[in-house]
């Protein structure tokens, strides 16, 4: 399967928008953000900038998407097509699809600082859900489902350290975490209003309605 492997912050740049791809470094001064925030390959002149049409604007939208999540675009559209077929508004369904991704609920429940550094801990076997041994970043998880770390990978320095820093991390309502034993549940899965996106699901189904 293909997979982005160019340098990270080009991504964010791309959008003109910080997408928090590097969990906490994107709040220093070593975001590329910071120091370069024009477009990659693009090079100021004394033109005014084109204004963006608005299937452009759309096709932004669903970038940021994308990249928040880490999914290539065969995936996404996938995705969309689950959310189409569900009851309700189309672009809340996609957006609590994407939030049920395992790789993603690691992240929330804060065993990483990164969705990309999530789904490189879930490819490598560290977690349980339900008991059972899952590499896989896009499972989805349902209401009531229990993840927690294999007990070898309770063993590495990256868990001791984890253990440790564990207590500064905040947790979305729909998750609960043990801290002391690092096993998360979901408690119910969650809504649009549970979740803060920087991206408008509004325009992501008109970019593929044309």
Request: some cysteine; hydrophobic content about 30%.
């Amino acid at each position: 399967m293909g997979r982005y492997t160019q340098a990270t912050c080009r991504l964010c740049r791309r959008v003109s928008e910080k997408l928090m791809l590097k969990g906490e470094r994107c709040l220093t001064s070593k975001c590329a953000m910071e120091r370069r925030s024009a477009p990659p390959r693009h090079h100021t002149s004394s033109r005014r900038p084109k204004k963006k049409s608005d299937r452009g604007l759309q096709l932004q939208e669903k970038q940021k998407a994308r990249y928040t999540y880490g999914i290539l675009e065969r995936q996404f559209r996938r995705f969309f097509a689950e959310a189409e077929r569900l009851p309700g508004i189309t672009g809340e369904n996609l957006l609590v699809l994407l939030e049920r991704r395992l790789d993603n609920v690691v992240y929330r429940l804060g065993f990483a600082n990164s969705r990309s550094q999530a789904r490189q801990l879930v490819r490598h076997g560290h977690f349980l859900l339900n008991g059972r041994k899952t590499d896989i970043p896009s499972c989805l998880v349902r209401s009531e489902d229990v993840i927690a770390w294999r007990e070898g990978s309770t063993r590495t320095e990256y868990y001791k350290t984890l253990v440790e820093e564990i207590e500064e991390k905040t947790i979305p309502g729909w998750l609960t975490l043990d801290r002391q034993k690092l096993v998360g549940r979901v408690l119910t899965l969650p809504t649009a209003d549970d979740i803060e996106v920087k991206f408008d699901g509004k325009a992501i189904v008109e970019y593929y309605s044309r």
